[in-house]
Nanobody, 123 residues
Framework: QVQLVESGGGLVQAGGSLRLSCAAS????????MGWFRQAPGKEREFVAG????????YYVDSVKGRFTISRDNAKNTVYLQMNGLKPEDTAVYYC????????????????WGQGTQVTVSS
């Protein structure tokens, strides 16, 4: 069982930056592929970024490439999402997810989810 707790959300002006963190419980954090998803009001939850167990491989949705960076610190059981150049369309609740699969999947079929953190970007 893995528990995920996100933090770092907030209100920021367009062009600004935020760093989201997701702290995971348990001793086996390095055995999980980690991902970030987001859900805007009235829209389906969508994949944003994923990172492999070791951190050596990352994958991003096209809309955030070059602006967002996912990283992890296995010693701290934490995954991060650095978001730069934020746009109003990035406004959403951001969710952290974990899965024991070796593959980063863009679907919603991840084992564990956090409760989400709100990111609001004003124009």
């Amino acid at each position: 069982q893995v528990q995920l707790v996100e933090s770092g959300g907030g209100l920021v002006q367009a062009g600004g930056s935020l760093r989201l963190s997701c702290a995971a419980s348990g001793r086996t954090f390095s055995r999980y592929t980690m991902g970030w998803f987001r859900q805007a009001p009235g829209k389906e939850r969508e994949f944003v970024a994923g990172i492999s167990r070791s951190g050596g491989n990352t994958y991003y949705v096209d809309s955030v490439k070059g602006r967002f960076t996912i990283s992890r610190d296995n010693a701290k059981n934490t995954v991060y999402l650095q978001m730069n150049g934020l746009k109003p369309e990035d406004t959403a609740v951001y969710y952290c997810a974990a899965d024991q699969s070796w593959v980063i999947t863009t679907t919603l079929r991840w084992e564990y989810w956090g409760q989400g953190t709100q990111v609001t970007v004003s124009s």
